[in-house]
Structure formats: structure tokens, C-alpha cells
């Protein structure tokens, strides 16, 4: 069945990078289009970047912009998603998920398999 494992979160101050990565199985990448969401506290899950690596496709929700990259290695079947620049708003769990197609920046509803979630955490 298909699975998706994030990893890569913890604490950082603000400023910092980290790499987060989703290891998928039981599909193949290049067939699936990929995204990254995260959840805060108290609000709704929210989509950060998208990647459909058959199409070369990426896009990114503004207020990410310019400070993470995401990218993809259909051999390994992971993504990952480099971000940089961190602020205190950008603390949530992060999700990866996946649905089956080429699609452009899909909403949440839309994907048909997640992740269990990885913490990200930007404090001094």
C-alpha cells in the first residue's frame, strides 16, 4: 500500500535551515504529484510547495516563497524540501502527501495519501 514517511523536522532558531524529506512506498513517484502542508496550532493545514517530478512542476504558496526549494529523485522515490530563512511562523508539523496525476497546487482535499507529519519548531 502507499505510504509516506516525513523526517527531517525538529527545533531551530530563527534564521536556520533545515531538510525535510518524505520517503514514499508503494507507488512510484514520477506517476504522482507531491506536496508539502503544514498545520499550526489552532489553524487549518495549509499547502507549502508542490512538485510533480514527470512534468518538472514545482510552485510554492507566497509566503514561502524565495525561501524553500523543493525537489524530487525518482529513484529513491523521496522528496525533499529545503527550507531556509525560518521564522517563528513557519512552526507547525509538516506533511507530505500524494495524488495520483499532474496536478496544479492541490488543496489539501484534494490528496489522497499522507504522512504521519514531522515537526518543525522555530524559536530562540
Known amino acids: 500500500q ?9 527545533l531551530v532558531q530563527p534564521g536556520g535551515s533545515l531538510i525535510l524529506s518524505c520517503l514514499g ?21 495549509e499547502g507549502v510547495s508542490w512538485i510533480s517530478t514527470s512534468s518538472g512542476y514545482t510552485d510554492y504558496a507566497d509566503s514561502v516563497k524565495g ?9 529513491k522515490n523521496m522528496v525533499y524540501l529545503q527550507v531556509n530563512s525560518l521564522k517563528p ?5 509538516y506533511y507530505c502527501a500524494a495524488v495520483r496525476g499532474n496536478w496544479y497546487a492541490p488543496t489539501a482535499r484534494t490528496m489522497d495519501y499522507w504522512g504521519e507529519g514531522t515537526l518543525v519548531t522555530v524559536s530562540s
Open 89 to 93: 511562523e513557519d512552526t507547525a508539523v
Open 67 to 75: 525561501r524553500f526549494t523543493i525537489s524530487g529523485d525518482n529513484a
Open 2 to 10: 502507499v505510504q509516506l514517511v516525513e523526517s527531517g523536522g525538529g
Open 25 to 45: 512506498s508503494g507507488f512510484t513517484l514520477d506517476a504522482y504529484t507531491i506536496g508539502w502542508f503544514r498545520q499550526a496550532p489552532g489553524k487549518e493545514r
